[in-house]
């Protein structure tokens, strides 16, 4: 996506305000999924940082007297180089002396050009297919790609709410124009309705009854004004410009409703292949790593219930003339060993093991049911649809008839064979049905934004 400039800053802050500018927007600037960009680094870096448990380690060391009978001392460096396979470590160092040595400290003897030592060392049972390094790799790895799709996740929920406070904020601007209207009706018939009783053509008691009107008309329009103050306010938590100060929209900012894409039809929703999307969402995808972590951490624990046995190889070399020590350092040495070891009770590896064995089955469990959720939450939101599709004709129908309905009352009423009551009655069940028609159109807009969501199109929600 491009960086928020000054096209998108004109967008929020003038208008009309299209769905499309405000997905952008939330999904440029939201706190909520720039958090979860940074988790993601994090992760990255957890997994930078266990592969440092194979990172070549130098060492030195130096050792000499200062006073006392014997003089000898020693300087070495020494390399060693953890592997994978086997749990394997490969050395290699140098040493050289001089002076002479205690019969204890005989070993520290080298020739006069130092020794040269390599070797390795082996796991043949605990640590050979898995330690804890290696599970550190791995588990950093899926962790890092479970913040991935933690990313994605938090950008559908993200758009998924921006789409449904845009369509509620539209919808309550709707709304008040209808009740605008109504109370404009009430208005220009209080002015006639005065002229006509000062000509001595009404009664007083039809200027009571239409001031009973206006009052009530007003209190609905201030109904919806409020509401409209509040849907802004959600909007803007979501609308944001190119610093991530929020942007609350105004009732000029409304868009032509001509401009708006109709609701999508639900026959063509379900051409989506549903499993298949399921089975790509993010939760099913995390959860597939969790249940990988979670077998991997068994592994670990089955790994600590076996007895340690090490092999380790040496080969050493003196050169130069001989030293201190005499002959007997100046070969060349092979030396293998064998290192064994077994807690006889392994408790407590028993105890980690059960554990992890129970952390795989929960993790399977709470898979199955997020998987249940998923399907049913879709079937819900077709459901929604439909029925939010069929009511959107009703109320259109019973529109066109109401309004034809106030007509013919007002007619009656000009003709003197109506009843004011009746116009009032007509009027307000006419504005009724239109509030009807406008929240209809509003569960079909949010029908569809969740089933954009559930089905992770990424192009309605503004993420392609």
Partial sequence: MEAVGDPLERALTTGPLLPEEVLRSSALTFPAILEAFEREAAARSDQLAADG????????????RLTGFYSGGFGKAEARQPLRPYGAEVFG???????????????????????????????????????SRRFGIEDTRLAASQAQLDVMLVQINT?????????????????IRVFEELLEIAEARQIGLTREFREGARARIALT??????????????????????????????????????????????????????????????????????QNRPELQTFRLALERATNRVELRRNDLQP???????????????????????????????TF??????????GALQRAEAELRETQLRQRRITDQLTTDISNILANLSAALKLTDLAGAEVTQANQMVQAERTRFRLGAGDFFLVNVREETAANARISAIRADLSGRLAEASFNAATMNLNALGLE
């Fill in 53 to 64: 448990a194979f990172d070549l380690m130098l060492k030195g060391e130096y050792y000499d």
């Fill in 341 to 350: 070891s077994v807690p006889l009770q392994r408790r407590q590896a028993r």
């Fill in 308 to 338: 340690s046995l090490d092999a380790s190889v040496e080969l050493s070399r003196d050169f130069g003339q001989i030293g201190p020590g005499g002959p007997g350092f100046d070969s060349t040495d092979t030396v293998v060993g064998l």
């Fill in 209 to 278: 009854e239409n001031e009973q009107n206006l009052l009530r008309r007003r209190t609905l329009l201030e109904e919806a004004k409020r509401n409209f103050a509040t849907a802004s306010n959600s909007l803007g938590f979501y609308l944001r410009g190119r610093n991530g100060q929020m942007v609350v929209p105004t009732r000029e900012m409304l868009p032509d409703l001509a401009r708006l894409k109709p609701v999508v039809q639900v026959d063509t929703l379900l051409a989506t292949p549903l499993n298949e999307v399921i």
């Fill in 93 to 131: 160092s140098y040493r050289v002396s001089n002076g002479d040595f205690p019969t204890y400290e005989n070993y520290n003897y080298t020739n006069q050009l130092g020794e040269v030592k390599v070797g390795a060392l082996f796991s043949l049972l605990r640590n050979r297919d898995i330690d």
């Fill in 159 to 175: 758009q998924h709410e921006a789409l449904r406070a845009y369509w509620r904020w539209v919808a309550a601007g709707e709304e």
